[in-house]
């Protein structure tokens, strides 16, 4: 079974229509349909996504039949995979290419002994050259296209806050709005911030933070239900490979125009 099929046969498992499989992955239809059809090959990053969609490993997502490994190493083996994938479909559409231009060879030389031979010939061997450069400049992108979509994920054992505030906004009839502000310590293309809000009592509550263009600062306004004091709000990052939970601040007490808290962040 190709990845392709693999692909098709997992999304009608789960009901989900080329669309909408591509709605969950914020990409085209046709995209889907190119790689069930195995004309193109998803990215890295879109491997990672599918095989956690589909709730399998990358290694039962490409049919890979190896040990259990780390998602470090099946991201590098997703980033193999995709490159050798590409390699096969480059050199399949290089095979097509120069048989097109033996065709082309072959119409100049019989056209050449009836008139113009040596022109042209040469001719013929300019535009394979040409052709070979422009292989030779494919290959290599694709080759770092596929070394740059190996990116390290963040590291847990050290501090993931560099900086974090809150401030009040506003009241509401379901409690008080505050507006709060993240700054990591470290980060990575990949990386998503969601805010959990918890408290004794009810059920945590979680918001994605929007990052700033341009920066890597992490915004968000957040809801704090109403019923008392004592809440409790974390970051939780996502690098693409897994998430790390950071406790941000305990005992919260919003007053209009008044936010006080135990930080966490610093410890």
Same mark, same amino acid.
């Given at each position: 079974?190709?990845?392709?099929?693999? %692909?098709?046969?997992?999304?009608?498992?789960? @009901?989900?229509?080329?669309?909408?499989?591509?709605?969950?992955?914020?990409?085209?239809?046709?995209? %889907?349909?190119?790689?069930?059809?195995?004309?193109? =090959?998803?990215?890295?990053?879109?491997?990672?996504?599918?095989?956690?969609?589909?709730?399998?490993?990358?290694?039962?997502?490409?049919?890979?039949?190896?040990?259990?490994?780390?998602?470090?190493?099946?991201?590098?083996?997703?980033?193999?995979?995709?490159?050798?994938?590409?390699?096969?479909?480059?050199?399949?559409?290089?095979?097509?290419?120069?048989?097109?231009?033996?065709?082309?060879?072959?119409?100049?030389?019989?056209?050449?002994?009836?008139?113009?031979?040596?022109?042209?010939?040469?001719?013929?061997?300019?535009?394979?050259?040409?052709?070979?450069?422009?292989?030779?400049?494919?290959?290599?992108?694709?080759?770092?296209?596929?070394?740059?979509?190996?990116?390290?994920?963040?590291?847990?054992?050290?501090?993931?806050?560099?900086?974090?505030?809150?401030?009040?906004?506003?009241?509401?009839?379901? @409690?008080?709005?505050?507006?709060?502000?993240?700054?990591?310590?470290?980060?990575?293309?990949?990386?998503?911030?969601?805010?959990? %809000?918890?408290?004794?009592?009810?059920?945590?509550? =979680?918001?994605?933070?929007?990052?700033?263009?341009?920066?890597?600062?992490?915004?968000?306004?957040?809801?704090?239900?109403? @019923?008392?004091?004592?809440?409790?709000?974390?970051?939780?990052?996502?690098?693409?490979?897994?998430?790390?939970?950071?406790?941000?601040?305990?005992?919260?007490? =919003?007053?209009?125009?008044?936010?006080?808290?135990?930080?966490?962040?610093?410890?």
């Amino acid at each position: 079974m190709t990845l392709g099929q693999r %692909i098709q046969e997992l999304r009608k498992a789960l @009901g989900l229509s080329q669309e909408g499989l591509g709605e969950k992955l914020k990409v085209s239809r046709q995209a %889907i349909s190119k790689w069930e059809a195995d004309g193109a =090959v998803p990215e890295v990053d879109k491997l990672i996504a599918l095989s956690r969609l589909f709730g399998i490993s990358l290694n039962e997502l490409l049919q890979v039949d190896c040990p259990a490994s780390t998602p470090e190493e099946e991201e590098a083996a997703a980033a193999e995979f995709a490159r050798r994938a590409r390699r096969r479909r480059l050199l399949k559409n290089v095979s097509h290419a120069l048989t097109l231009a033996a065709v082309v060879v072959v119409a100049a030389v019989l056209s050449a002994v009836l008139a113009r031979q040596s022109a042209q010939l040469d001719t013929a061997r300019d535009a394979l050259a040409a052709q070979e450069s422009r292989i030779s400049q494919l290959e290599t992108q694709v080759s770092a296209l596929a070394e740059a979509a190996v990116r390290p994920g963040l590291d847990s054992s050290a501090p993931l806050v560099g900086d974090f505030s809150i401030r009040y906004f506003s009241t509401e009839k379901a @409690g008080m709005r505050v507006h709060v502000s993240l700054l990591p310590a470290q980060s990575t293309e990949m990386t998503t911030v969601t805010f959990q %809000i918890s408290r004794p009592g009810i059920n945590a509550v =979680v918001q994605e933070a929007e990052r700033l263009p341009g920066t890597t600062e992490y915004r968000a306004e957040l809801l704090i239900p109403s @019923g008392g004091d004592g809440v409790t709000i974390s970051a939780i990052f996502d690098d693409g490979t897994a998430q790390h939970t950071q406790p941000l601040l305990s005992d919260l007490s =919003v007053r209009e125009n008044s936010v006080t808290y135990t930080p966490l962040w610093l410890e």
